[in-house]
């Protein structure tokens, strides 16, 4: 149980519209040198208030595509990382953890 005085916004989904993809993003770890991070997609966009996505963390995120006039799934919203970006863990480390998740369970 939880106390506190919040509210708590869940959301089913997160489409973003205008945004930059980075894919292999370089970010400083916690040692202080650089890495690779090749499972996540880094999502930069001026629409969305990061500060509102509370409440967001494992929804399914859409990308509108432009060239195919479409909407695409990308994965599932993890965090908002350095300089206000949005973690995004790619569709194949997301079904990884899930079929993980589910054999623990048969132990």
């Not at 939880?2 to 959301?11: A, C, R």
């Not at 509102?52 to 195919?68: A, D, Q, V």
């Not at 909407?71 to 300089?83: P, R």
Request: with cysteine; charged share 20%.
């Amino acid at each position: 149980m939880v106390n506190g005085n919040f509210i708590e916004k869940n959301s089913s989904h997160l489409f973003i519209q205008g945004h930059s993809l980075y894919n292999n993003y370089k970010y400083k770890n916690c040692q202080g040198t650089y890495s690779i991070d090749t499972q996540d997609y880094i999502v930069a966009t001026k629409e969305i208030k990061l500060d509102s996505l509370f409440g967001y963390s494992g929804s399914p995120t859409f990308i509108f595509n432009k060239k195919r006039n479409e909407w695409i799934f990308i994965g599932t919203f993890a965090s908002t990382i350095e300089d206000g970006k949005m973690q995004i863990i790619k569709p194949l480390f997301s079904s990884l953890a899930a079929d993980y998740a589910t054999y623990m369970n048969d132990f």
